[in-house]
């Protein structure tokens, strides 16, 4: 089943909210304005959305909106668990699984690696999208993990939501800074653009524009979600497909932007892009299939695939005896992505080594009773250079481990005003 409905959910409460508190924007603004002071907007972030919990606890409507972006936060700080937790909460009532079906559902599947099989399955395709959830990083790890088996496979254009800066400064540059985009703000999306530039890609801004979401008088949450769907597959058509019809184009798109079919009246992006580019998509679908908070969350399906004993590695697809992936939704997505339980290895969720990509990087132990911010900055880049990784360093807790590919970096620690309390220089070989 698509999961439209917390895309409706998330307008719905805002326009909600909207009528009964003027200043129903302030969990978005709030946010927003913390970044004015730079890296240490991170740290500000979470904690002066903290700051004003119990505030938006008092309405409802307000609550929904403020767990959305304050989950939102979390993962650009490393703080996965916390960030599924206010999702969860938020949006608990869309997310409940129906029951499983009947009988043996997964009869004749079997788990097969997912990166390995989506590349191979990848050959013949000139368009491939991949969904994430955007309170989340492990989905984005993922991704990485994708760029150089298909850029060798002759994929050469990558097109990320939200994505605000031109692709000729942003290749010039060769990284994000904070005025790239929104979810480029995450230090592991980031990366996927520092990557991708290396690798060869030509990026793909496709986030509509404020004229093309001009306000319309009939307005509707739908009409208006529809408007915004069009307008990123023209934009990502013209952009790619209608310059070079060789092209070989990677999306990564939020939800079911992906879908290749309407649903009660949402025309996704996959659906407009698929009929402008005459290329069939895959679609791959790996927001679903993880973990949550509480399992009466999850999909019956990842739920049966643990009690298999398929979550305890790598992530899985599930083939038949011919090699056709199984979908949950398979009228609208060509693939479900499963996605392993989190175990935390230095402190740190394991997917973060991304396949061998990166290593864990002790940080020397540092004295702090209020929270810092660990970042590591790949030397030679700006101050406004999107880290390589970040995590929060908790009163009396254990320092966790930096995730880090090989290179030469600054290690720095932030406290919440941004002060520096140290920096040290550190190569990884």
């Known amino acids: 089943m698509l999961r439209t409905a917390l895309v409706l959910a998330a307008l719905g409460a805002a326009l909600r909210a909207q009528q009964a508190e003027p200043d ?4 978005m603004t709030t946010a927003r304005r913390a970044f004015e002071a730079g890296q240490s907007g991170y ?16 309405d409802p409507d307000l609550t929904q909106l403020f767990l959305d972006v304050l989950g939102a936060q979390w993962a650009l700080v490393g703080e996965e668990q916390r960030a599924t937790a206010a999702g969860d909460e938020a949006f608990a009532a869309v997310l409940r699984s129906a029951p499983a079906p009947e009988g043996e559902p997964f009869a004749g599947l079997h788990p097969v690696p997912a990166l390995d099989t989506l590349v191979a399955l990848a050959q013949e395709r000139r368009l491939v999208l991949v969904n994430e959830e955007h309170r989340s990083s492990i989905q984005r790890a993922f ?14 254009y990558l097109a990320l939501e939200t994505l605000s800066e031109d692709d000729i400064a942003l290749a010039a540059r060769g990284y994000p800074i904070f005025a790239s985009g929104t979810y480029t703000r995450d230090p592991v999306f980031g990366d996927i653009v520092r990557r991708a530039l290396a690798l060869g890609y030509k990026l793909v801004p496709y986030e509509a524009s404020n004229a093309q979401m001009a306000r319309q008088p ?28 060789q092209a070989r184009v990677l999306v990564i798109a939020g939800r079911d932007h992906i879908a290749e079919a309407e649903a009660g009246g949402w025309i996704p992006m996959g659906a407009v892009l698929e009929r402008l580019s005459g290329r069939d998509p895959l679609t791959v679908n790996q927001f679903v299939m993880c973990e949550h908070s509480r399992p009466e969350l999850e999909h019956w399906a990842y739920r049966l695939a643990d009690e ?81 990784d970040q995590c929060i360093l908790w009163p009396g807790a254990p320092a966790p481990a930096l995730m880090l590919r090989p290179g030469s970096y600054e290690i720095v620690a932030l406290d919440r005003a941004g002060h520096l309390l140290r920096r040290e220089e550190r190569t990884v070989k």
């Open 24 to 27: 129903f924007t302030w969990p």
């Open 43 to 58: 740290l500000a972030a979470v904690l002066d959305l903290l700051d004003r919990e119990a505030e938006a606890r008092k």
């Open 143 to 156: 991704s990485n993990r994708l760029l150089a088996p298909l850029r060798e496979a002759g994929f050469n």
């Open 218 to 245: 009939d307005d509707t949450p739908i009409s208006s979600t529809n408007r915004r769907e069009s307008a990123q597959a023209h934009n990502l058509y013209e952009r790619s497909f209608a310059i070079d019809p």
């Open 308 to 388: 298999q004993g398929w979550l305890a590695g790598e992530p899985v697809i599930l083939v038949d005896d011919a090699g056709l992936p199984w979908s949950a939704n398979p009228e609208a997505l060509d693939i479900s992505l499963f996605h392993p339980r989190t175990r935390l290895l230095h402190g740190r969720p394991q997917w973060m080594a991304m396949g061998g990509l990166r290593q864990p990087v002790e940080i020397t132990p540092l004295q702090n009773d209020a929270p810092l911010l660990l970042q590591a900055r790949v030397q030679g880049e700006s101050e406004q250079a999107i880290p390589l």
